[in-house]
Nanobody
Framework: QVQLVESGGGLVQPGGSLRLSCAAS????????MGWYRQAARKQRELVAI???????NYAESVKGRVTISKDNDKNTAYLQMNSLKPEDTAVYYC?????????????WGQGTQVTVSS
């Protein structure tokens, strides 16, 4: 079993910053990908950013230049630094990880953390 625990969400004014963290724990052999998706009200879940175990990154066009994803492999933790936040960034942010646990690859999700950008 594996678990993803997110932290760092909250309320921030437009133009502000937030840093999300996602810590993976449990029976982990290897983590291939870690990243963040978000789901705004009445919209589908969408990719925000993702990082591979080799450090390759991919970002949604809507956040490029404002968001940076990083990963601490020793801690099995990913971070999402979000700057210049806009009201349209308001959503529940979900951590995702592709984890090898035992002999099985698992698509793992966190419980979600609310990010609200509002004045």
């Amino acid at each position: 079993q594996v678990q993803l625990v997110e932290s760092g969400g909250g309320l921030v004014q437009p133009g502000g910053s937030l840093r999300l963290s996602c810590a993976a724990s449990g029976s982990i052999v290897r983590i291939n990908l870690m990243g963040w998706y978000r789901q705004a009200a009445r919209k589908q879940r969408e990719l925000v950013a993702i990082v591979s175990d080799e450090g390759a990154t991919n970002y949604a066009e809507s956040v490029k230049g404002r968001v940076t994803i990083s990963k601490d492999n020793d801690k099995n933790t990913a971070y999402l630094q979000m700057n210049s936040l806009k009201p349209e960034d308001t959503a529940v942010y979900y951590c995702y990880a592709d984890i090898l646990s035992g002999t099985k690859w698992l698509d793992s999700w966190g419980q979600g953390t609310q990010v609200t950008v509002s004045s």
